[in-house]
Structures are given as structure tokens and as C-alpha cells.
């Protein structure tokens, strides 16, 4: 079947279940992944498009539904997996696309197909996981609508806005470049992309940029001519807004207009009102947008803007278009700045303004386990390298869950004791800096309430400590509190959060502070957590947790989802001995 047929299949099915409401549907895709010259910044290079579009197509479904989406590999020479960003995977662990972890990478020219039951709804994302294939644009939004919405805005009344940071270097050069000895650091992104799109060297609003930038002369239907949301007076938008950045934290602003934070990570805040929003890899939220009726009609800008790193980026920019303003008109104001990107405490703040709504399950007043994982950036013969208690992540080519499934039992690591951060100076570069590499792996049983505290620390050289947004796949977890220094056992752990605290899937890591997290194993699985920075993971920025190692040695786990390492061994043995 055409990839053309396949998507009116897709088109009709999704129609016919989204019309009966109530009953759960299917949604069902046809992908395929290949490579495509495209010019996301208005300058050439190769993306990783889905049926020939970049970013990939948008998912919609209702909560409750199942998705099935078979996902064939043409890509030549590059093994490829999707992950589905917030989705829990109950009940079907091998269907998360983490590489190495939940599944053998699927070869070029095969085809895997994912099954999952989206439960609730929300604000999510898919993305490659694989390599940095995140970096190579692997990526697009899902959106889990629900047929009993509670917030309160204009009926179909919604855009989607994705945003992600992009390198004229190839994936390909930037995993070399950082796995080289010396490390070649890749830089900052040439471009920021809203919705695959982005202005590399040149301006939307060049004509008023004091930094030199000239005035951009893409056309209409050029690729990299932004997106413009087209909106009426008075009424009430849902911006549904996605970070799947490389490197970047941003901040988004929509000048004139404030904006209301319902939904962070697929799950409901309590409303707060805010004139920009930080956003970090791996993070989602829905803002409600209250248009005004500006007489004459006009436009607004809209701005992104990098926050935590020296920025070396220009603002994306895109048109927030009010209804009968002029098509060719230019803006009348200078785009709005978005905030300084070293105001750490204007971000910490905005974090700490995130409450969960009303009706959510607090956190189990207490926990089973503590693990403390400190952060920390290492060298290892001469490589540069990111550890979780002085241990490098590499994930081994037969994915975990098919040898726990067979009976060969990771190495687990021993949880740590607090001394572990007791003994370690977070203030200056590390004493010893060298590591080793690891399975990175903890066993967790069911039933648990763990709580997590990952503490920063300075990096290799200078005085610096790095934001690390932290994702955990499987689970929704609540965020307890931050702090600054070292955490303090027996004092912090007084102030956590027991009321409202927010559940999210991740979190920002500040500088030279702490971040502590709650979750409670009922979800057997091996799911990976990690710094969602995609150079940060690539240098060994995780851990996994094996949860329910009894139950996954029952599980029935797809065939293709094992057949590489020594799993495959397994099967082609099957019958001789
Ligand atoms: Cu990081």
C-alpha cells in the first residue's frame, strides 16, 4: 500500500472513531522514517522525515483509545526507534522506544510496531531515541484529546507549537564530535525551529535588530517561513506547547498577551497567569491565550528565546495574526526580549508556581527508598563524560528487558547513602575527575515509594554548574521540591511538598541545587531516566530502573523486540542445544 492510501486509511479511521463518543477507538499509522535534503532554517541540510514530513505527523486520539503505528526503518544505514514522550507504557513496556533499554533497534528496511493504550489525555510528544537521531529532527506532537474536557476555551480553538533547536552539523558529526579525544564541544544551534521552522542569519524583525541581523527574505511558501497563528477577537485559545530540543531551554513569549499555565507534562495545574513561560527539553504545557480586540486589527509577535546557556541563537520568531490586520504590513514594535538567560531565579520561580490541580492524589506521605544521584561531568581516559554517581551510562546492545526476561540479570547497583553528597564538594571543579562506564541499572520491586534526589555540581573546568532537565519514562512522578547546595538529609526532607505537588515526567536540575521526585512502582518495566539533553545523555547522563524484574520474566514480550544480542542468540538456538 502507497503511503498516500495509508494516510487516508489513517484519516478515516481516525474520524470514524473520534465521531463515537465514549467507546474507546484505534488509531492506526503507517510510518516510514527515511532522510530528506529539507531547509528547516532557510539553509540545507538533512532531516529524519516521517512520511515525508518534517517535523513528523501530528498524532491525535482520545484518551483511552489504543495507538498501533508501525514504523518501517529506510533509512540506509541507521538503525532507528521511536519513544512515545509522556505516554506510560502500562502493560506494554517493550512498546517505549528506548534503544538498548525497551527494544533492539529496528534495522533498516524492517519494520516494529508499537501498540500502547494512551490513557489520559495530554500535551505530548514523540521522538527519536536512537543515537542523537533527536538532533536529526526524529520527531513530531501527540496530542490525547479527551472527550470530557474541563478547561474552558474556544471549541477547535487550539494550535500546537513544537519547538526544537537545530545544528548545520549533522547528528551523525555531532555524535563523532562528542565522542571524540579530545571532546569537540558542537557549539550552540544555529537555529531555534517553531513547528520545523526557523530563520538561520537573518531576522523576521531584522530592520529593528540592534545585533546585526539582516532582515530575512524567505517567501510565503518558502519551508522556513514561520507558522502564523491566524486568531479572532475575544475568544479563548489553547496553545499546546512541546520542548524537544537538543540543547536549548527557552522561553516563549507572546507579546501584549499573558498567559494562563493549565497543563504541564499531560497533567492539570492550577491555574497561574504569567507574561512567558520556561520551557526545557522534554517538557510540555498548555497556556490559554485570551485574544483581546485590538482596533485596527494587528499582529503580535511571538518569541523564543534561549535561557541557562550564553546564547549564541537568535529568537525564533512567529505572527500571532488577528483577524483583518494586513497581510503585508510589518509589526510596529521591536519583538519583545525574552528574559535575560543567566536570571536563574526568575526560572526557579516559574518552576516553583507549578502546583498540581485540584483532584489529583497527593504523594504517599513517606518512602521505602532514597536514591540520591549526583551529577556530575567526568573524564574517562581521556574522553569527556557525564555521570550519575560517578558512574557513565552505556547501554549494552541486548536491551535489558529481553535479558531480564531470559533469566540474565543485569548488574545491579547498590543505592547509596547520603554521603555520597555529603562527601563531594559541589562548588569547585571534581578532584578526581575520572570514571568508568556502567550498566547504570537499580532493581526496584513493586510496591515501592522511591524517592529520587539528584544533586548538581560544578562541571570539569571553571565555575560552572549546567541545567539538566531530568525525564522518566514509564511514570508520572511528583516533584517534591528544589533546593540550593547540598541536599540535607533530615532537613529538606521536612519541606517537601505533601499537599499539591505537581506530577510531572521532567524536571529541571538548577545549578549547584538539588531536585527531589516521588513515584511509586506499579508499572513493571525497565525505564529509562535520564538528562534529556541529547549531548548529555550521549556522554552518560542516566540511569534505568528494572521494576517488577519477577513479572517481566513473564511478560510476553514481542519477538522483534529482541532480536538482537544475545536474545537473538536465544531464539536462533531455540529447539538445538
Ligand atoms: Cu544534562
New binding site residues.
Given amino acids: 500500500m502507497s503511503v498516500i492510501v495509508w494516510w487516508l486509511v489513517t484519516a478515516v479511521m481516525v474520524a470514524a472513531h473520534s465521531a463515537s463518543a465514549g467507546s474507546a477507538g484505534v488509531v492506526e499509522l503507517y510510518w516510514e522514517v527515511e532522510n530528506q535534503f529539507r531547509s528547516p532554517d532557510c539553509t540545507e541540510g538533512v532531516v529524519i522525515a516521517i512520511n515525508g514530513t518534517f517535523p513528523g505527523p501530528t498524532i491525535y486520539a482520545n484518551a483511552g483509545d489504543t495507538v498501533i503505528i508501525h514504523v518501517k526503518n529506510k533509512l540506509s544505514t541507521e538503525n532507528v526507534v521511536i519513544h512515545w514522550h509522556g505516554i506510560r507504557q502500562n502493560g506494554t513496556p517493550w512498546s517505549d522506544g528506548a534503544a538498548g533499554v525497551t527494544q533492539c533497534p529496528i534495522n533498516p528496511g524492517e519494520t516494529f510496531t508499537y501498540k500502547f493504550t494512551v490513557d489520559k489525555a495530554g500535551t505530548h510528544f514523540y521522538h527519536g531515541h536512537y543515537g542523537m537521531q533527536r538532533s536529526a529532527g526524529l520527531y513530531g506532537m501527540m496530542v490525547v484529546r479527551s472527550l470530557k474536557e474541563t478547561l474552558h476555551y474556544d471549541k477547535f480553538e487550539e494550535f500546537n507549537l513544537l519547538l526544537s533547536d537545530w545544528w548545520h552539523l549533522s547528528s551523525t558529526l555531532q555524535e563523532l564530535s562528542l565522542s571524540s579525544k579530545p571532546m569537540r564541544w558542537i557549539g550552540e544551534p544555529q537555529s531555534l525551529l517553531i513547528n520545523g521552522r526557523g530563520q538561520f542569519d537573518c531576522s523576521q524583525a531584522g530592520y529593528f535588530n540592534e545585533g546585526g541581523l539582516k532582515e530575512c527574505n524567505f517567501t510565503k511558501d518558502d519551508p522556513c517561513a514561520p507558522t502564523t497563528l491566524r486568531v479572532k477577537p475575544n475568544k479563548v485559545y489553547r496553545l499546546r506547547i512541546a520542548s524537544t530540543t537538543s540543547l536549548a531551554s527557552l522561553n516563549l513569549a507572546v507579546e501584549g498577551h499573558q498567559l494562563e499555565v493549565v497543563e504541564a507534562d499531560g497533567n492539570y495545574v492550577a491555574p497561574f497567569t504569567v507574561d512567558d513561560i520556561d520551557i526545557y527539553s522534554g517538557e510540555t504545557y498548555s497556556v490559554l491565550l485570551r485574544t483581546h480586540n485590538p482596533s485596527p486589527p494587528r499582529k503580535y509577535w511571538i518569541s523564543v528565546g534561549v535561557r541557562g546557556r550564553k546564547p549564541n541563537t537568535p529568537q525564533a520568531l512567529t505572527v500571532l495574526h488577528y483577524a483583518g490586520a494586513s497581510e503585508s504590513e510589518r509589526l510596529p514594535f521591536p519583538p519583545r526580549e525574552t528574559p535575560r538567560w543567566d536570571d536563574y531565579n526568575r526560572s526557579k520561580n516559574f518552576s516553583k508556581k507549578i502546583f498540581a490541580a485540584k483532584g489529583y492524589p497527593p504523594p504517599p506521605e513517606k518512602s521505602n527508598a532514597q536514591l540520591f544521584l549526583l551529577n556530575t561531568q567526568n573524564l574517562m581516559e581521556g574522553y569527556t563524560k ?1 555521570a550519575i554517581n560517578n558512574l557513565s551510562l552505556s547501554v549494552p546492545a541486548t536491551p535489558y528487558i529481553g535479558s531480564i526476561r531470559y533469566g540474565v540479570k543485569p548488574e545491579y547497583l547498590k543505592f547509596p547513602g547520603p554521603e555520597i553528597i555529603e562527601n563531594y564538594d559541589i562548588d569547585n571543579p571534581p578532584v578526581n575527575p575520572n570514571t568508568t562506564v556502567s550498566s547504570g541499572i537499580y532493581n526496584l520491586a513493586m510496591g515501592m515509594v522511591v524517592d529520587v534526589i539528584l544533586q548538581n555540581a560544578n562541571v570539569l573546568e571553571g565555575n560552572v554548574s ?1 541545567v ?1 532537565p531530568w525525564h522518566l519514562h514509564g511514570h508520572d512522578f511528583w516533584i517534591l521540591g528544589y533546593g540550593e547546595g547540598k541536599f540535607r538529609p533530615g532537613v529538606d526532607d521536612k519541606r517537601y511538598n505533601l499537599t499539591n505537588a505537581p506530577l510531572r515526567n521532567t524536571v529541571a536540575l538548577y545549578p549547584y541545587g538539588w531536585t527531589a521526585l516521588r513515584f511509586v512502582t506499579d508499572n513493571p518495566g525497565v525505564w529509562f531516566f535520564h ?1 534529556h ?1 541529547e549531548p ?1 545523555l550521549h556522554m552518560g ?1 542516566g540511569v534505568v530502573f528494572a521494576e517488577g524484574v519477577d513479572q517481566i520474566a513473564k511478560m510476553n514480550i514481542p519477538r522483534e523486540a529482541l532480536g538482537c544480542g544475545s536474545t537473538r542468540e536465544m531464539f536462533m538456538n531455540q529447539g538445538r542445544h
Fill in positions: 557525564w549546567e539538566h538528562c539533553i548529555h547522563m
